[in-house]
């Protein structure tokens, strides 16, 4: 997927994804991504159909306000690859303060709506419903679904007329959602040792103590520190 930027939202390039530059026409139907908030600073612009699953370099944890142009809803993850927390917008936000999701989009997806309304998870209608619950499934707790969850949300879709939205919105309610996205500080010293072994090939050290409180107070993705390690002097050393 392509992603061009605009000034200092850097220049990537990636594939499919359609920026509109400077004073440029913007996407008919798609979603524009700001800067600073009231929609005002640099920007980048994607199509309804397109996913960003890496920000532009420059523009990671930098968006502050987000314009949903024409038929497209938008979901923000926290996290790159479509990780993490994430916010489904169907309607142009101009402070993601408001949402707690100001400086924190790491990757999106902007999906159309169907003619009859409905986003591309809206109401059933011609929708498959099992895609409809396995996407959210795979978006909101990161696997597949389980055969009685499978078998309970197809029901909803089609007996009751559940939009994709309201799959994801009962799934954020659910005990499994709120156990994987509540922060403890176990889970923010496992994390720092993964990055540890995956970037050092060590454990951490108690200079990490640091890291842990970044990534506990939700100041710091794994991604991030990752990064962090790999701009350290102890990595660019062992890798001359």
Not at 108 to 114: C, D, F, K, L, N
Not at 160 to 189: H, I
């Amino acid at each position: 997927m392509t992603i061009a930027s605009v000034a200092s939202f850097a220049v990537l390039a990636a594939s499919s994804v359609v920026t509109a530059q400077g004073g440029g026409p913007l996407p008919r139907d798609g979603a524009c991504f700001y800067e600073d908030t009231n929609y005002r600073g640099q920007y980048f612009c994607v199509r309804a159909g397109d996913d960003v699953d890496t920000m532009p370099s420059g523009a990671n944890d930098r968006v502050s306000s987000i314009r949903v142009l024409g038929r497209a809803d938008v979901r923000v993850y926290r996290d790159s690859r479509f990780r993490g927390e994430s916010l489904q917008l169907n309607s142009s936000v101009r402070d993601l303060d408001d949402e707690d999701f100001d400086d924190a989009i790491s990757s999106v997806r902007v999906e159309g709506r169907s003619s009859g309304g409905g986003s591309r998870g809206g109401r059933s209608g011609s929708q498959n419903p099992e895609l409809i619950v396995r996407r959210a499934y795979q978006d909101i707790l990161e696997r597949d679904p389980d055969p009685t969850g499978m078998r309970i949300y197809r029901i909803h879709i089609i007996d009751d007329g559940w939009t994709e939205q309201e799959v994801r919105e009962d799934l954020r309610r659910s005990p499994e959602y709120r156990e994987r996205n509540t922060m403890t500080r176990a889970k923010a010293e496992e994390i720092v040792r993964q990055a540890y072994i995956t970037v050092l090939n060590r454990e951490p050290d108690p200079g990490s103590r640091g890291f842990v409180d970044a990534i506990y107070r939700k100041k710091m993705t794994r991604d991030e520190l990752e990064r962090e390690l790999r701009n350290s002097p102890e990595y660019r050393n062992r890798n001359r």
